[in-house]
């Protein structure tokens, strides 16, 4: 099956840093990519999806200075977190579909706890 | 997200008994429909979709029922598994809009 990756895992950073997640579609080419965020215990909230070479659409609510998209490849999408600060601790997952009515594939996951 | 702040509900089934897992879709547009299994920790894992077209679809021991008059869609798996313990998302897909569920948490006891 599709298999997307994510880096770093896991990261732990100092309130006010910056921190860089990847995704990858390792074995298909990813027409749209999408970032999520999940609280424990409650549904994945999409933030924002990104379709490659194009600026991502945000959702309501999410603030596109503060996280940073950039899909620059059918391959690989970037999320930053800027001035990364406590409550931007959480589990952040990326997913990727070739196209409209297909499935999507889930990255394992990043958890971020900012300090 | 429509779903924000809600939690979990939750299912237990005994080892071996089948367990079935709803979900009410909103959106009447929606077209396509996906059945995802979220372990802790981990991402989401496909388990199996269906289109609009189709109102049953069968995989290994997991079959998806999907009821259009009145947006309504299960998962059933057979044969509950220890490793089966997850909480289970359906999503749907409109092919502009895709929307995930709040999730069920499923607990098999041994």
Not at chain 1, 66 to 76: D, M
Request: include cysteine; aromatic fraction near 10%; glycine fraction near 8%.
């Amino acid at each position: 099956g599709a298999v997307v990756s994510q880096h770093p895992s896991r990261v732990i950073c100092k309130s006010g840093t910056s921190v860089k997640i990847e995704c990858r579609s390792l074995d298909f080419q990813a027409t749209t990519m999408f970032w999520y965020r999940q609280f424990p215990k409650q549904s994945l909230m999409l933030m924002a999806t990104s379709n490659e070479g194009s600026k991502a659409t945000y959702e309501q609510g999410v603030e596109k200075d503060k996280f940073l998209i950039n899909h620059a490849s059918l391959t690989l999408s970037t999320l930053t977190v800027t001035s990364a600060h406590p409550e931007d601790s959480s589990f952040y997952i990326c997913s990727a579909r070739v196209r409209q009515r297909e499935t999507q594939y889930f990255g394992p996951g990043t958890r971020l706890l900012v300090l | 997200g429509e779903n924000v702040g809600l939690h979990l509900p939750t299912l237990s089934v005994q080892e071996g008994d089948n367990s079935i897992i709803n979900c009410a879709y909103s959106n009447s547009a929606s077209d396509y429909f996906i059945w995802y299994k979220q372990e802790s920790g981990k991402g989401p894992q496909f388990i199996i979709d269906i289109r609009s077209n189709m109102d049953k679809r069968q995989g290994q021991r997991v079959t998806v029922l999907l009821n259009k008059t009145v947006k309504h869609l299960s998962l059933q798996i057979a044969a509950t598994q220890p490793g089966d313990s997850a909480v289970y998302f359906c999503a749907e897909d409109t092919g502009n809009q895709f929307y995930f569920g709040t999730g069920t948490s499923l607990t098999v006891i041994p």
